[in-house]
C-alpha cells in the first residue's frame, strides 16, 4: 500500500480576505510551518502501515519559507519532489494539485492545503478507516478529515442530509457531502471525475464555480467520510472548532 501527499502552500495571500482574520490569527508563513509540522509528525507515525512520499506545489512564497518546507521534509527522512507553479495564483495551483493526484500511481492520495492542523493519528487512521471503509462499501470512498462546523448548522444544506454513522477505532465517522480541496482518497476519484476537479481549480471564484457546483456532486455518488472528532483543524476563517481542543496541538507543535 503506498501513498502519495499533496501539499499546496502559498505564504503570502489567501483565498477569502474578505472573511476576516483566521481564528488563530499569525504571519501565513507561521501558520503553514506549524501546520507542516503536524502533518510530518502524523506521518512520520503512519510509515510502518505504508510507504508514503509527498510532492509539494509551491505559489510563490518566500525563499526562507521555501527552504524551511524542504529542510523540514529531508529532516524527517521523507522523499518528496518540490515544485514552482509556473502561473501566480489559487486557480493555477489548485489546477496542478489536483492533477498530480489524478496522475498518481499510488493506492491513496492525500490532496492537503497548507492551513490544515494535523494532530498525529490523523494520516495513520484516515490510511486504516479507508481501507475499512472501501471494503465495506465495495466501492471507492474519499475522507475529509476535518468535522466541519458548518455541518451542525441548520443552515446548511449538506448538514439537512441524512448521514450514516460508524463506530471506528476509536472516534465515530459519518457521511457528509461536501468538501473542500483537502481530500484523502483513491486516485481513481481524481481521474473518473476530473472534469469536476478541473472546473473547480480552473474556475474558482471566476465564473461563479465553486464546490457545491463541481466536486461536491461527486459526494452524491461516491462515500465521503468525516470523523467525529476531527482528525484536523482547517485554520480558516468564520469556521473554528467547537468540540476540538485545537489550541493544546497548536502550543505542542515546535517549528
Given at each position: 500500500m503506498s501513498l502519495v501527499v499533496v501539499l499546496r502552500t502559498c505564504d503570502h495571500t489567501t483565498v477569502h480576505p474578505e472573511r476576516g482574520p483566521r481564528f488563530i490569527d499569525v504571519p501565513k508563513h507561521i501558520?503553514?510551518?506549524?501546520?507542516?509540522?503536524?502533518?510530518?509528525e502524523s506521518i512520520r507515525l503512519a510509515r510502518h502501515i505504508t510507504d508514503i512520499c509527498m510532492h509539494v506545489i509551491d505559489d510563490r512564497s518566500a525563499p526562507d519559507t521555501i527552504e524551511y518546507i524542504k529542510n523540514k521534509i529531508e529532516n524527517y527522512g521523507i522523499g518528496y519532489e518540490f515544485e514552482t507553479c509556473s502561473e501566480p495564483g489559487y486557480n493555477a495551483s489548485a489546477y496542478k494539485q489536483f492533477e498530480v493526484c489524478r496522475d498518481s500511481?499510488?493506492?491513496?492520495?492525500?490532496?492537503?492545503?497548507?492551513?490544515?492542523?494535523?494532530f498525529p493519528e490523523c494520516i495513520s487512521q484516515m490510511l486504516l478507516m479507508s481501507d475499512r471503509f472501501s471494503r465495506i462499501t465495495?466501492?471507492?470512498v474519499a475522507i475529509r478529515p476535518d468535522d466541519d462546523l458548518f455541518l451542525y448548522s441548520p443552515n446548511?444544506?449538506?448538514?439537512?442530509?441524512?448521514?450514516?454513522?460508524?463506530?471506528?477505532?476509536?472516534?465515530?465517522?459519518?457521511?457528509i457531502y461536501s468538501s473542500h480541496n483537502t481530500i484523502f482518497a483513491s486516485p481513481d476519484i481524481f481521474r473518473n471525475y476530473w472534469h469536476l476537479f478541473a472546473s473547480l481549480a480552473a474556475y474558482f471564484k471566476r465564473l461563479n464555480i465553486d464546490e457545491d457546483k463541481s466536486i461536491n456532486l461527486i459526494w452524491e455518488r461516491i462515500p465521503l467520510f468525516s470523523p467525529i472528532p476531527d482528525l484536523a483543524v482547517h485554520v480558516s476563517q468564520n469556521n473554528e472548532p467547537a468540540f476540538t481542543d485545537y489550541k493544546s496541538l497548536w502550543e505542542t507543535i515546535r517549528i
Open positions: 501558520l503553514i510551518k506549524k501546520c507542516l509540522v503536524s502533518l510530518l500511481n499510488a493506492d491513496w492520495v492525500y490532496s492537503v492545503e497548507d492551513d490544515y492542523l494535523h465495495g466501492s471507492s446548511n444544506a449538506h448538514s439537512r442530509k441524512s448521514s450514516i454513522i460508524l463506530h471506528g477505532d476509536d472516534r465515530h465517522w459519518r457521511t
